[in-house]
């Protein structure tokens, strides 16, 4: 089992930047991809980024690409969301989790999901 925290999320002006950190502890962290997701409120889930075990390969959803990077630091057990240029869109409550089954991104293929953190960005 996998255990995930999310931290770094904050208020921030639109324009602003935030980096988001998920540590995770447990069993052998650098053997899964891991994805990024929000929520807003009353929205469902969505993938936002996601990066390959060993970190060679990465997705974006189209409405982060050019503005976020994903990343991860296996020898920290730690991936990255840096996100720029923040919309008031991208308020969400983020999430971290690892792939559990399947290539797509969508939520079904990911578990162990942190406890989020929210992210708010001012007009």
């Known amino acids: 089992q996998v255990h995930l925290v999310e931290s770094g999320g904050g208020l921030v002006q639109a324009g602003g930047s935030l980096r988001l950190s998920c540590a995770a502890s447990g069993r052998t962290f650098s053997s899964y991809d891991m994805g990024w997701f929000r929520q807003a409120p009353g929205k469902e889930r969505e993938s936002v980024a996601a990066i390959s075990w060993r970190g060679i390969s990465t997705y974006y959803a189209d409405s982060v690409k050019g503005r976020f990077t994903i990343s991860r630091d296996s020898a920290k057990s730690t991936v990255y969301l840096q996100m720029n240029s923040l919309k008031p869109e991208d308020t969400a409550v983020y999430y971290c989790?690892?792939?559990?089954?399947?290539?797509?991104?969508?939520?079904?293929?990911?578990?162990?999901w942190g406890q989020g953190t929210q992210v708010t960005v001012s007009s």
């Open positions: 989790a690892i792939r559990i089954g399947g290539t797509t991104y969508e939520r079904k293929n990911f578990g162990s």
